[in-house]
């Protein structure tokens, strides 16, 4: 089993910027093995995906929403990925999760195996 807990979350303004972090545990896990991703849901919506990286680390991926404001990032040492967030706006609140998966990678849900309770970003003035 592998167990992924989220923090970092909070109350921030627009403009403004947060690092998520995601860390991984289980008897299972490995960093060197697994992809993660960053997905996000607000309430009467789907979870949508916001970015990835792969097991290897070497690439990485991100909705177009995000695309240089957000950053995705690994420590494959201390098992855990971060999402840097900046240039914040208040469509970016949502409850963020992060997800896990063995050597597999994607931007659908169905693609992750693992995933985190979430934790809850709110962007407003």
């Known amino acids: 089993q592998v167990q992924l807990v989220e923090s970092g979350g909070g109350l921030v303004q627009p403009g403004g910027s947060l690092r998520l972090s995601c860390a991984a545990s289980?008897?299972?896990?490995?960093?060197?093995?697994?992809?993660v991703a960053w997905f996000r849901q607000t309430p009467g919506k789907e979870r949508e995906f916001v970015a990835g990286i792969t097991w290897s680390g070497g690439i990485t991926y991100y909705a177009d929403f995000v695309k240089g404001r957000f950053t995705i990032s690994r420590d494959n040492g201390k098992n855990t990925v971060h999402l840097q967030m900046t240039s914040l706006n208040v469509e970016d609140t949502a409850v963020y999760y992060c997800?896990?998966?063995?050597?597999?990678?994607?931007?659908?849900?169905?693609?992750?195996?693992?995933w985190g309770q979430g934790t809850q970003v709110t962007v407003s003035s």
């Open positions: 289980g008897s299972t896990f490995s960093s060197y093995t697994y992809s």
């Open positions: 997800a896990a998966q063995r050597y597999g990678s994607g931007r659908s849900e169905a693609d992750y195996r693992y």
